[in-house]
Nanobody, 122 residues
């Protein structure tokens, strides 16, 4: 059974940085994908960045490109989301999720962590 655990959220001032971690276990098939999603209050959950174990390729949506970077440490079974130049609009619960197949198909992610709160103050 695949399990995901997020950590690293918190309160940060606008312009600051945070690094989120997603520790995964129980993955039995390769390749697999890990994505970061976020859900702001009153809004739908959106996929923002993903990475595949196939070759380490990554993808990020335009709204975070250049500010957020996804990376992985295979030895630690951990995927990171490095966030910089944070804005109040980035305030949300951040989730990591896993899928198999095309990493850019965000609706296909069906294994979820519990989420970690990120709050950005102005």
């Amino acid at each position: 059974e695949v399990q995901l655990v997020e950590s690293g959220g918190g309160l940060v001032q606008a312009g600051g940085s945070l690094r989120l971690s997603c520790s995964y276990s129980g993955v039995t098939f390769e390749p697999f994908n890990i994505a970061w999603f976020r859900q702001a209050p009153g809004q739908e959950r959106e996929g923002i960045s993903c990475i595949t174990s196939r070759d380490g390729s990554t993808y990020s949506v335009d709204s975070v490109k250049g500010r957020f970077i996804i990376s992985s440490n295979v030895a630690k079974n951990t995927v990171y989301l490095h966030m910089k130049s944070l804005e109040p609009a980035d305030t949300a619960v951040y989730y990591c999720a896993a899928s198999y197949g095309n990493m850019r198909i965000f609706p296909a992610y069906d294994i979820w962590g519990q989420g970690t709160q990120v709050a950005v103050s102005s």
